[in-house]
């Protein structure tokens, strides 16, 4: 099935510092998409992507949609302690037929973030 | 807007029994998603509705597993018998349609002993 390479796969960083993670992909997707994911949870759109090349802040999230359709990148400023959790990223593409509306996830990236 | 509700959060239950899960999806959206979680295998998606009608069931893991969608706002999805493997937390999503989001309930955690 379809892949999507998310990296890193952890994270330990202090207070206060800035975080970046990213997603690869082998084909190609018309949305991007990155999640959170707290324990007991299930994930939580944070910034969804829609065009090649699209530059996306949600308060000190800030996530791009790459211009070749096959990756995406997120980044948090001032991490703080509440950024603890899973990140996902995830791929959408639109057409016909059973690949209509399906997301494909990445593995995730836990970041964990030192006081 | 409540959100996805699923229920229930919890079950715990012997190897052989019949398992169900339900859902009950965002009011107006009409694409309709079971995902598996795992450690080991991450986010698996089971099967997909859309407008109640099953999409693809390519994920789905065996005859064990099925799932139905009987109107807008339910579905669920049942395994049975049941076996330890198919232990892990199983969540609903929704969405608009085509190109929108995905929204996803808190999940059921199944174990199955």
């Known amino acids: 099935g379809q892949q999507l390479n998310q990296s890193p796969q952890s994270m330990f960083i202090q207070e206060g510092e800035d975080v970046s993670m990213n997603c690869t992909s082998s084909?190609?997707?018309?949305?991007w998409l990155w999640y959170k994911q707290d324990p007991g949870e299930g994930p939580v759109l944070l910034i969804a992507l829609y065009k090649a090349g699209e530059l996306t802040s949600n308060g000190r999230l800030t996530a791009q949609f790459g211009i070749t359709r096959k990756d995406s990148f997120l980044n948090i400023s001032a991490s703080i302690p509440s950024d603890v959790g899973i990140y996902f990223c995830a791929g959408q593409r639109s057409g016909r037929g059973s690949t209509l509306g399906r997301l494909y996830f990445g593995r995730g990236t836990q970041l964990t973030v030192w006081p | 807007d409540a959100g996805v509700i699923q229920s229930p959060r919890h079950e715990v239950t012997e190897m052989g029994q019949e398992v169900t899960l339900r859902c009950k999806p965002i009011s107006g959206h009409n694409s309709l998603f079971w995902y598996r979680q795992t450690m080991m295998r991450g986010l698996e998606l089971l099967i997909y509705f859309n407008n109640n009608v099953p999409i693809d069931d390519s994920g789905m893991p065996e005859d064990r597993f099925s799932a139905k969608m009987p109107n807008a706002s339910f579905s669920t999805l049942k395994i049975q018998p049941s076996e330890p493997r198919d232990s892990a937390v199983y969540f609903c999503?929704?969405?608009?349609?085509?190109?929108?989001?995905?929204?996803f309930g808190n999940g059921t955690r199944l174990t199955v002993t």
């Open positions: 084909s190609i997707f018309n949305t």
């Open positions: 999503a929704s969405s608009r349609g085509t190109d929108s989001p995905l929204h």
